[in-house]
């Protein structure tokens, strides 16, 4: 060490030097270069050489930019500074997502005799996780599990939330979490002055700087779950909410365990629909009810996944749904756009000849739909694609048309044949509950994988025959109801199918 170091009054790192060594892992629109800069220039106006590199990610969030620092107290003899993190040698680690924290740990950055964490407890998917057929978000609390082992000190909390609130980003939050660690030996004005002198959204930074600094204080407390969400009080005419009332008036006599699920998916159905069409689910869940038994599993996934086979994807409803009041405030808000902005709303369709077809009435659609040549046809006029600007007149009335189309729904060729696949279903599950309730019980649970329209519909649908032909090939066997929830989360796994045709490979070579 240098006469220079040894007269410093600041802070020393004994194991290396008075060198400290920080690490930021960041994707696009997050600051991590804006909180690099900051770290940067409060080293430098407070005495310390400091060197910043950064390894840009990929896009689309399979990658986060590795921003890395050294920083050492100004001496005679210059440091070498190395230009990207090693693992096992890294004072503090920032990750501005939950995943990223994750990653950072895997990777060697986080070690228990050194690192401190900190981290933002939001998540930002991965185009990975958005990918899955089924749900393919990690978990954040095996992350923070992991941290707290790995790492001799972790800070998080929704710095992101944080940021959002006091109007800036999430590099500001952070800051302002990289003060209250004390791991840098520079006062807070030192950090609010690096702050100042970016020049740019100062008050905000400020904001969230200090709103950072207050959540990492030690013993803060970690962010509680989200409550679950309520139920909004059905509102409207005295005769439809008699009708309202009358309908759950019959969900109080199913079994206790699947009226909750039975009240949700009747509100479902409900504005699906109409109320016949409520009292229609409600019809089915009672036969499944009859031949339930205790623990009464088979009376509440009915009736959950008879509400999702009730309530599909067709023309009329994703019309509905693209013209629905405060759709544009949602969407204004998610922009952060502002009275004064202008704003388009561009929808973009692509409808099969299948749906189209299927909007036609039952019988003329099926012949349709078993001639070829019309078939082609279709797809000449309508297969490439259309983009609608619903904050115009024109496409906004056309698509309402639409999705106002609800009474001539049930007359459609679709409304047939979602009909007739449900019955199907429900009639296999219904066979199987007196002599394998468990795998009634699968049988029922299957049917999420049927979901969205067009391309993801067929898909969905094309799985949803794989794994039931698997459960047949499987049904005499003891753990015939282990193996159809094998085949299940095989098929939510990736979208091509790979995974659920080793899964039936397997079962084939049974026989």
Not at 158 to 187: C, E, H, M, R, W
Request: with cysteine; aromatic share 6%.
């Amino acid at each position: 060490m240098s006469v220079a170091d040894a007269l410093d009054p600041r802070p020393q790192d004994p194991a290396m030097g008075g060198i400290i060594k920080l690490a930021c892992l960041a994707v696009g629109g997050q600051g991590g270069g804006v909180l690099t800069g900051w770290i940067e220039d409060m080293a430098r106006a407070n005495g310390y050489v400091a060197q910043a590199t950064s390894v840009a990610g990929v896009a689309q969030r399979t990658g986060a930019t590795v921003y890395y620092l050294e920083l050492a107290p100004a001496s005679a003899q210059r440091p070498i500074f190395s230009l990207m993190p090693a693992a096992g040698d890294v004072d503090v680690m920032i990750a501005a997502e939950m995943m990223e924290a994750g990653r950072s740990i895997i990777r060697g950055f986080v070690t228990p005799d050194r690192t401190t964490l900190i981290a933002s407890t939001h998540r930002a998917l991965a185009v990975s996780e958005k990918m899955a057929p089924g749900d393919g978000i990690a978990n954040s609390d095996e992350v923070l599990a992991a941290a707290d082992i790995a790492a001799r000190r972790v800070i998080a909390a929704d710095f992101d939330q944080i940021a959002i609130k006091n109007g800036s980003v999430i590099s500001a939050s952070l800051f302002g979490a990289l003060a209250a660690s004390g791991t840098l030996p520079f006062p807070v004005t030192a950090f609010e002055a690096a702050i100042r002198s970016g020049g740019k959204g100062i008050e905000g930074s400020l904001r969230a700087f200090k709103a950072g600094y207050l959540a990492a204080q030690d013993g803060a407390p970690r962010p509680a779950p989200p409550a679950p969400p309520k139920i909004a009080p059905v509102k409207g005419p005295a005769k439809l909410l008699a009708g309202w009332h009358a309908l759950t008036a019959r969900v109080a006599t199913l079994p206790a365990p699947a009226q909750d699920m039975a009240l949700a998916g009747l509100k479902k159905v409900v504005q699906f629909q109409d109320l016949a069409y409520g009292a229609a689910y409600l019809d089915r869940l009672t036969l499944m009810a009859q031949i339930d038994r205790p623990p009464h599993a088979v009376s509440t996934e009915a009736a959950k996944y008879i509400a999702n086979a009730m309530c599909y994807d067709d023309i009329i409803r994703v019309a509905d749904a693209k013209t629905r009041q405060g759709r544009r405030a949602r969407i204004a808000a998610e922009m952060g756009a502002k009275e004064a902005h202008v704003m388009q709303v561009t929808e973009f369709l692509h409808p099969r000849a299948e749906e189209i077809v299927s909007m036609l009435p039952t019988k003329i659609g099926a012949r349709w739909a078993a001639k070829p040549k019309r078939m082609a046809l279709l797809d000449r006029l309508f297969g490439k694609g259309r983009r609608l600007r619903t904050d115009g007149l024109t496409a906004f009335v056309t698509l309402y048309v639409l999705g106002g189309l609800k009474s001539y729904r049930r007359r459609t060729l679709r409304h047939a044949q979602e009909v007739a696949h449900m019955e199907r279903w429900l009639a296999r599950a219904t066979a199987l509950v007196p002599a394998n309730y468990d795998l009634a019980v699968e049988v029922l649970r299957c049917r999420r994988l049927v979901k969205g329209y067009s391309d993801t519909h067929a898909r969905g649908l094309s799985k949803f025959d794989k794994v039931l032909s698997g459960i047949t090939a499987v049904e005499g066997r003891s753990d015939a109801a282990d193996w159809a929830r094998r085949l299940r989360e095989a098929a939510l796994k990736d979208e091509e199918g790979a995974a659920l045709d080793g899964a039936l490979a397997t079962i084939r070579s049974f026989s």
